[in-house]
């Protein structure tokens, strides 16, 4: 497949433009820089000439916290830009994926959401990522929409992505405890993009690594075991101690029904393990 890549420098889309190349595909892969999805035209121009059999959105605004005092900046991406795309997409005949978030459930409901479950978010970020959601189904009804979570993996910022290499550092640690989720191994994540963008599905599909979740702390431990680092480095925090400008949901875990349907994800324990050695640490 012919399939473009936005935001190219992300982790989720390095992740995806190396499964896409090992499994021969041609690879368009664009940094913000060389293409901004909040600029319409450019959107309109580079995709609707058909050139594209795909088109995988990795682009994000992905600053939760800084998304409550730049609301309009994360719309204009999250929102307005993944419709830019969708729009594009529809002119051309080519195949839309986007991410979106496990953050657009609120974290009222007593066990996994499932893609039927109603969204309810809670912060700007998550406002926007669901409004990207709705703005890709309502102008072009064959968008494919991954809600993904906890996402880790090699070239990645956020903490779960970081936290090898700090505790390699010898460096101490604090880890929520009383927050939960379901772990997505980047590379595992982008292999389903990939089936989902050669399957002619639609809609909403969850896409997270399976078992039953962690919290932050038991994510932590994790990579001390499959890293042999000191679990000592490792200390408990509860979520109300630390003063963050985004409310998220205490829980946030996915049930992958309709993903599932593309074949299993492996264990997040698993994909951990593997991400700990592809950085370089454990046996
Ligand atoms: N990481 C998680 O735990 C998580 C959880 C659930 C869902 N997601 C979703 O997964 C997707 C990928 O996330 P990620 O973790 O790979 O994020 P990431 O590492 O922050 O990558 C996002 C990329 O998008 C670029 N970007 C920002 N604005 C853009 C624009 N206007 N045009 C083109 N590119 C733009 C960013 O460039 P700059 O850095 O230069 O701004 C960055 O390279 C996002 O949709 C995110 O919402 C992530």
């Not at 064959?142 to 010898?170: C, H, K, Q, Y």
């Not at 919290?215 to 890293?227: D, N, P, Q, R």
């Amino acid at each position: 497949m012919k399939i473009l890549v936005t935001g190219a420098e992300g982790m989720v889309a390095r992740a995806v433009s190396r499964v896409c190349v090992g499994l021969g595909d041609d690879v368009v892969a664009l940094a913000k820089r060389e293409l901004d999805i909040t600029d319409r035209d450019a959107v309109s121009r580079l995709i609707g000439g058909g050139e594209f059999d795909a088109v995988i959105n990795c682009a994000a605004f992905t600053d939760v916290d800084g998304a409550e005092s730049d609301p309009q900046l994360c719309y204009a991406v999250n929102a307005e830009g993944v419709e830019n795309l969708a729009r594009a997409c529809r002119d051309a005949d080519s195949v839309f994926v986007t991410i979106s978030t496990d953050y657009v459930f609120d974290g009222s409901k007593d066990g996994f959401y499932d893609e039927s479950d109603v969204p309810r978010p809670q912060s700007v970020y998550a406002a926007a990522k669901l409004e990207g959601e709705k703005l890709a189904a309502a102008s072009y009804a064959r968008s494919i929409i991954v809600r993904s979570g906890w996402i880790f993996g090699p070239g990645g910022t956020n903490f779960l992505s970081v936290m090898p290499e700090l505790l390699a550092d010898g460096k101490k640690i604090t880890a929520i405890e009383d927050s939960f989720g379901t772990p997505t191994y980047a590379e595992d994540l982008a292999g389903h993009l990939r089936r989902l963008a050669a399957s002619g599905s639609e809609g909403v599909f969850h896409v997270v690594n399976s078992g039953e979740g962690t919290s932050y702390l038991g994510f932590a431990k994790e990579i001390c075991t499959a890293g042999g680092f000191d679990d000592a480095l490792v200390a408990p925090v509860s979520s109300s101690d630390l003063e963050r400008p985004a409310p998220r949901p205490w829980s946030s875990k996915l049930a992958t029904v309709r993903g599932g349907t593309l074949g299993p994800m492996p264990d997040w324990r698993d994909a951990v393990k593997r991400f700990v050695k592809g950085v370089g640490f454990g046996a």
